[in-house]
């Protein structure tokens, strides 16, 4: 019977170093120095989680680290080894102490990370995904999908989506008007690379989703940043711009819920920024992220619904709503050169999307799986809107300003008082909490974080929250 090292295992809990990495890195201390030999037996998790008095989770995380960086293997049925060949060493072991800076877990020992508004991925249709994946191959004419395809997507998926934003969304394009991508991401950078040039200038909202910057940045541009109230993108500076800028080529907006701060861009501010694309020849370049989780009455109709807009580019996707790994956005546009310059852009960084996938997904849509799910998700993430937003009641009401948003999955907060970031994300991530900082919206002062709940637990939720009131209370 093999047996497992004696433990001389310390935890720290005042260090600044996550408990899964103290153990970790103890662990490879007693490899190097020889104590732990090649084909020695580690304690199972479990058993060292009660010996150490943690959560087996916390356990768990560290041997995935020795074994992601070869110190260990896991044996099917046997248990954990030292592995019979180290690997060299090198700067990784150092470099996770930094990089535990950008990672944090709980006590209990598993992650509260609040993303950007991430989809929970436990209530994803995946075997409904994988049984249509597995049924495509099974068609007599699958011998017709395994060589290349149309750059801009398969004919019969852009029909869907075609139908699907003209039903839903108040828009009139067809399948000749869409190009399916990998991701919205990818929309925005084939956008970017098609319409602008070096020299040409793009206004943005400010807060602002900066991985469109970047893509905009990429192509040439500069970017005109631009103020977000209560009402959106304040429409009455763009005028402003765009007398004072011969060369704007482009209005980013997201107006539906926008990022980061969940505003819905007014009616009267809509009409507005339409008739001043028009009037200057601007395009409009809607992100209409996270449409389908909408908690009121209806989604607010996107500005590229309107039939008076001239210009636009309208950028959506469907990682949301089917799986968070699965990578299939779109675009619209009527504007048909700037699509045929899109498609011969995509011919060469991608020649065509995933076929299969995008005929897997189009069987879901028409089987109903899709519209099943939705209904099913916005129930779920309005329930947890609803158990979020009492608990910021609870616990922030004094510290924080908040509102209930109407969709989507976070919330903006903005504390009573200007905070000192720095400290803030500092001292939340000494208690185990990792929020996106907010210099990541702006290259200006912002007093607000995006406060995601779609990925977590209403236990990593409640825990969270009262451990930021109490952040928040010591640092005004």
Not at 126 to 147: D, H, N, P
């Amino acid at each position: 019977m093999l047996r497992p090292w004696k433990l001389e295992i310390e935890i720290d809990k005042k260090l600044n170093k996550a408990v899964y990495l103290q153990i970790a890195d103890t662990i490879i201390a007693d490899i190097r120095s020889g104590r732990l030999k090649a084909g020695d037996a580690l304690p199972g998790s479990r058993n060292l989680a009660m010996t150490l008095k943690i959560n087996r989770n916390t356990v768990v995380e560290a041997y995935q680290v020795l074994i992601s960086e070869e110190w260990v293997l896991s044996k099917e049925r046997k248990g954990i080894f030292v592995s019979d060949k180290l690997p060299a060493l090198h700067e990784k072991t150092i470099n996770r102490a930094d990089n535990a800076n950008h990672e944090s877990i709980n006590t209990n020992g598993t992650f509260i990370n609040f993303d950007d508004g991430h989809p929970d991925s436990k209530i994803a249709p995946v075997t409904e995904l994988a049984r249509a994946y597995r049924q495509i191959f099974s068609i007599k004419a699958k011998w017709q999908m395994m060589g290349y395809g149309d750059e801009h997507g398969d004919m019969e998926f852009r029909k869907m989506i075609a139908r699907m934003l003209n039903h839903q969304r108040g828009m009139s394009i067809d399948e000749n008007e869409l190009s399916i991508t990998r991701g919205s991401q990818m929309g925005m950078f084939l956008t970017a690379q098609s319409l602008l040039t070096i020299g040409d200038k793009v206004i943005v909202e400010d807060p602002g989703y900066q991985p469109a910057w970047q893509a905009f940045e990429y192509a040439g541009a500069e970017l005109l940043p631009v103020s977000v109230d209560e009402d959106g993108i304040e429409t009455e500076t763009i005028e402003k711009l765009l007398n004072q800028h011969q060369d704007i080529k482009a209005i980013y907006i997201t107006p539906h819920r926008q990022y980061p701060t969940t505003v819905t861009l007014s009616l009267a501010r809509r009409l507005k920024l339409i008739e001043l694309s028009n009037q200057y020849n601007v395009t409009i370049i809607e992100d209409d992220y996270d449409n389908e989780f909408h908690f009121g009455y209806r989604p607010i109709l996107p500005v590229s619904s309107f039939p008076e807009l001239n210009n636009y580019v309208y950028i959506g996707t469907l990682s949301k709503v089917v799986a968070p790994a699965l990578r299939i956005g779109y675009l619209a546009t009527k504007n048909r050169d700037l699509l045929k310059k899109i498609g011969s852009l995509r011919k060469i960084i991608d020649v065509h999307g995933d076929v299969i996938m995008e005929q897997a997904v189009l069987q879901l849509i028409k089987e109903g799986a899709v519209k099943k799910h939705i209904k099913k998700a916005t129930v779920h993430y309005k329930n947890k809107r609803d158990f979020v937003f009492d608990l910021l009641n609870r616990h922030m009401k004094e510290t924080a300003d908040f509102t209930l948003p109407e969709g989507g999955l976070a919330f903006w907060i903005v504390p009573k008082v200007k905070l000192n970031w720095d400290t803030v994300v500092a001292s939340l991530l000494e208690k185990n909490i990792k929020v996106i900082h907010p210099r990541q919206y702006s290259r200006t002062a912002v007093n607000g974080f995006r406060l995601s709940y779609g990925a977590l637990s209403e236990e990593q939720l409640e825990q969270s929250i009262k451990i930021m009131s109490d952040v928040f209370k010591n640092h005004r």
